[in-house]
Every structure is written in structure tokens, then in C-alpha cells.
């Protein structure tokens, strides 16, 4: 079984600087590419991983906090900057605050010598137990797992962009994915999502949330639609299974859209949630 997932979020420490400063080196396998460029969301999850692992290595946050529930990054907000390549990539971790509930660190993605993603990441622990409110959402009678119709990744086109069938499995929902019928439809796109081998974690969680396909496709918008910024909230460990996921949009403008994930596990419970703002593919 592959273990992609697992490979490329091993991380070499390179150098520490006192208690609050470390950097990590990853390397990005060509798996996690859309087109020629790493993709975001697989991205975000290498940060994720480095500020669980500075957690762990630049010691507690609080000499006195036993709680026995670790914390996690919960809030990974990343700016692009530049679209960084599938090779080795540093991981410079700075540890902003330190408390018992919540601490802030920065991580910067650097590929030779220039900054390419830097993101604010909030570590905290994550929900268990009922919620107080729950409002119906867009994944609202989407079956926990894909049904017969539905477009895998590994047998369709979307594959020629999107290589990450080696790491996951991915199965779009058609009745929301016109395009491949020659149709036009609303901003919105429905799916499934599940590594391809082991059960689904948080950082997974972090790399379904930017899965989708631009929603613009469905307005016949084709073409690398840049994301300027994303930012992903993990809610909770997600359940064995399939992680079904939503992803839609407000506004497409002229030149920006926002698109939103949301993302829920086998149980129905949402267990991460994404935005992001991109830029509306250029026409050829």
C-alpha cells in the first residue's frame, strides 16, 4: 500500500534557535501537484504537520498544563506567494505565543532562498462530544460514502491535472459536476475523499479541504485558478471512513471568487472547514 501521505509529512530537522525557533526540511513528492505546481491544500498540510511537530520538540506550552487531550493546529490561515515546486522545501517554525489553551506560530514554506507560502497557525485542542447547535449545511442527504455513478479520479480526466490519485482515493459526485457531460451548472461541487491506505486524520483533513475542482468549472471558467489566500479550520478527529466534502461559492467576480469546503467524516459530523480566495482562471 502507498504511503504517500505519510512520506511526504516526514520532516529532518535542519536548526533550532532557543525555544521558539526551529526549521524543518520536507521533501514534496510530484504526487502533490495540480498541473506543474504543488497543490495548496497538500501544502498546508506539510505546514500542519511541521507546527504539530514544533509543538512537540520546542517542549509545552505550560510547564503545569497535564491535560491529557494533545493540541493540534485547529486555524491554518496561508498566504501564496509563490507557487513552490515538487522537491525539498524548509519549514521555518517561530513560536508567536505560548498558553495553556491556545498558542500561535508562524510557519514560513522557503524553496531556494524565497519565501513561497507563509502561514499563521493556531493550535489548540480539538472539539469532542455533542455540539450545542448544528444548522443544516450543502452536504445535507450526500450518502457517507460514493455511490456507483460517481467520477473516481483514477478513471477520469481530471486526472491529467490533479495527481494525487496515488495518495487518495476521489470520487466526484456527477449530478454536481456538469462539465464532464459538456454542461454548464451552479458554483458547486460535491464528493468523497479517503487516504489510500490508513484511516483519515486532521492533517488529511487540512488536504480535503482545498480537493475540489475550482467550482468555476462548472461556469465553463477553465484554467489555474491561483488561490491568494486559505484559510482551514480542523474542528475534530474525523471517524474512519470516507470524508465527504463540499465546496461552493458566493461571488464569482470578475476576477476573484471565494470558495468554501466543508467537510464532514462517515458519522456526519463536520470535522473541517476551508475558504479561500483565488482568482478567476484566465482565458486562452
Not at 485547529?74 to 513560536?95: F, K
Not at 483519515?200 to 480535503?208: E, H, S, Y
Not at 491561483?226 to 461559492?249: D, E
Request: proline share 8%.
Amino acid at each position: 500500500m502507498t504511503r504517500k501521505l505519510d512520506d511526504v509529512r516526514i520532516l529532518t530537522e535542519v536548526s533550532r534557535s532557543g525555544s521558539d525557533r526551529i526549521t524543518y526540511r520536507a521533501v514534496i513528492d510530484p504526487v502533490f501537484t495540480i498541473g506543474p505546481k504543488v497543490h495548496g491544500g497538500s501544502l498546508q498540510m506539510v505546514v500542519a504537520a511541521a507546527a504539530e511537530r514544533a509543538l512537540a520538540d520546542l517542549g509545552p506550552s505550560d510547564p503545569a498544563d497535564d491535560h491529557d487531550a494533545p493540541k493540534i493546529p485547529v486555524a491554518i490561515a496561508s498566504d501564496y506567494l509563490h507557487a513552490p515546486d515538487a522537491a525539498e522545501i524548509d519549514l521555518e517554525v517561530l513560536v508567536r505565543k505560548r498558553g495553556r489553551t491556545v498558542t500561535v506560530m508562524t510557519v514560513d514554506a522557503v524553496q531556494n532562498g524565497r519565501t513561497t507560502v507563509s502561514s499563521s497557525v493556531t493550535c489548540a485542542r480539538p472539539d469532542t462530544g455533542a455540539p450545542h447547535h448544528s444548522s443544516s449545511t450543502v452536504l445535507d442527504g450526500t450518502p457517507a460514502g460514493p455511490p456507483a455513478d460517481g467520477i473516481a479520479l483514477d478513471d477520469s480526466p481530471v486526472a491529467e491535472v490533479n495527481h494525487l490519485g496515488p495518495a487518495m482515493d476521489l470520487v466526484l459526485d456527477a449530478a454536481t459536476f456538469p462539465i464532464v457531460r459538456g454542461e454548464t451548472g451552479e458554483p458547486v461541487v460535491r464528493g468523497w475523499a479517503r487516504p489510500k491506505s490508513g484511516d483519515a486524520d486532521t492533517g488529511f483533513a487540512v488536504l480535503v479541504c482545498d480537493i475540489s475542482p475550482p467550482v468555476v468549472m462548472n461556469l465553463a471558467l477553465f484554467g489555474w485558478a491561483p488561490t491568494v489566500q486559505l484559510t482551514t479550520y480542523v474542528r475534530r478527529h474525523p471517524a474512519p471512513g470516507w470524508l465527504r466534502f463540499a465546496a461552493t461559492s458566493t461571488e464569482v467576480g470578475p476576477g476573484m471568487f471565494e470558495e468554501d469546503h466543508l467537510v464532514m467524516d462517515s458519522t456526519g459530523t463536520i470535522v473541517a472547514q476551508s475558504r479561500q480566495l483565488a482568482l478567476i482562471p484566465q482565458r486562452s
